[in-house]
């Protein structure tokens, strides 16, 4: 059992994602929320800036959230870019197969973008961790696909299980990002914005 975090906030924390990393995270830090999730069109609009992407689909999933006035929403995307192209959650097998393929020996950015929002303000955050990765031959990612089933994943990978054990060679910026959510930017900016 985790110690409830030394934070008091101003307003009841909702979650409003399903990803079970983001939830994991914040139970781990000792902050207690709601979860509410609303189905959301994450269509990429093409006028969006690349590095910026993360932080819209952020912005949209927030706005779909009913909240009310004593209500804090967190929403968050997570999206990996390598070599200017945006992977996010594979389609399928196959989708996954050629993402991993893409990423093996190159450098790569996780993007997440976060938006905090109240009845009264949105505050939206952006994080970027670079990652280099060693070369995996076809064998390990057939293996993974069919083992961790990476589909809910952007990239098709968790940096959390076997492929973040066997593929990191580097890893500049926040590691938890890579899991779905920068929690030290996300929590300094509870502390000062609203906190009791």
Request: glycine share 6%; net charge neutral.
């Amino acid at each position: 059992m985790v110690p409830q975090a030394p934070l008091e906030l101003k307003y009841r924390l909702v979650l409003g994602s399903g990803s079970p990393r983001r939830q994991e995270l914040l139970q781990r830090v000792g902050l207690a929320y709601e979860l509410r999730v609303v189905p959301v069109d994450e269509s990429v609009d093409p006028t969006w800036k690349t590095e910026q992407v993360a932080e819209h689909l952020a912005l949209q999933k927030a706005r779909a959230v009913p909240i009310n006035d004593h209500e804090l929403l967190l929403t968050a995307d997570t999206l990996v870019l390598c070599q200017g192209q945006i992977l996010g959650k594979p389609k399928n097998e196959a989708d996954a197969v050629e993402m991993l393929k893409t990423l093996s020996g190159r450098e790569h950015d996780v993007m997440t973008g976060v938006c905090l929002r109240t009845t009264q303000k949105e505050i939206i955050l952006g994080a970027r961790t670079r990652l280099l990765w060693y070369d995996l031959n076809p064998q390990e990612i057939d293996w993974y696909v069919r083992q961790y089933k990476p589909l809910d994943k952007a990239g098709a990978y968790g940096i959390q299980d076997w492929m973040g054990l066997r593929a990191v060679q580097s890893i500049q910026g926040c590691p938890l990002n890579v899991m779905g959510l920068p929690l030290p930017l996300v929590y300094e900016r509870l502390v000062s914005e609203f906190s009791k």
